[in-house]
């Protein structure tokens, strides 16, 4: 017999805490048009054999038009969506992103110093230093609800993200706006992902980090630049 949904919440915050690495552009076409009328325009002229467009709006085509923000900030918004990992994340898989950020700084560096590690793991490398830039955003919607992590501990497994990626899957098919969580690398806090790039309200950049490991140390040495 199915689970019945978690209950959905009201999630109301002005602040939350996104990072990502430094390499990663800022800006880029979607920041600099009005409308998204201009941007279907724009792909119809271009077409998709503009290697810079494909590149910069990525897996744009599979999202809505009624979900494409556009202006100030916008090309870090879509590009959560726009540009996944390769293979998932907890609850989103390599055919769509989300927006996933912590409602405080602390739990965002210890979710991120965690992948950013395990990346280096991945590809038998040494940890190297890594800088970071910081975005935040406010939200106002109701969230799919799975904590505390001792409630619901098959979405919230240290490593492995199938089952979560499926029951994400199923609610972001319903019409999830998304979902709230308890932070595995941070318990006792929280985090969030957003479904849809509009619900990710007045996103603006924050502060610059370095995450810096010693030799033989899990954790790094964070300084804000």
């Known amino acids: ?3 019945a949904p978690p209950p959905r919440r009201r999630i109301r915050v002005g602040t939350t805490h996104r990072l990502i690495p430094s390499r990663y552009p800022a800006t880029g076409i979607l920041d600099t048009i009005a409308a998204p009328g201009d941007l279907a ?10 290697d810079r467009l494909q590149a910069e709006l990525g897996l744009l085509p599979l999202i809505p038009q009624s979900e494409w923000v ?14 996944p990992s390769h293979d998932g994340s907890r609850f989103t898989d390599q055919r769509l992103g989300a927006w996933y950020a912590a409602f405080s700084l602390p739990t965002a560096h210890a979710e991120e110093a965690y992948h950013r590690r395990r990346e ?30 001792r409630r619901f501990p098959q ?13 994400a899957g199923n609610l972001r098919r319903a019409g999830s706006s998304g979902i709230v969580y308890e932070s595995v690398r941070a318990p006792g806090t929280d985090c969030l ?3 849809r790039p509009k619900l990710v309200l007045n996103v603006r950049q924050g502060h610059h980090f370095e995450y810096r490991w010693q030799p033989g140390a899990a954790a790094p040495t964070i300084t804000r630049l």
Do not use: K
């Open 155 to 167: 979405w919230h497994h240290p490593t492995d993200y199938r089952r979560s990626q499926r029951f």
């Open 1 to 3: 017999m199915a689970l």
């Open 41 to 50: 325009a724009i792909i119809e002229l271009e077409g998709w054999t503009n």
């Open 70 to 83: 556009v202006g100030p900030s916008a090309t870090v918004t879509m590009a959560a969506f726009c540009h």
């Open 120 to 149: 280096f793991e991945e590809v038998g490398r040494t940890p190297m230093p890594v800088q970071m830039r910081e975005y935040r955003a406010g939200f106002d919607e109701r969230f799919h609800d799975v904590r505390p992590a």
């Open 193 to 195: 992902v957003a479904f």
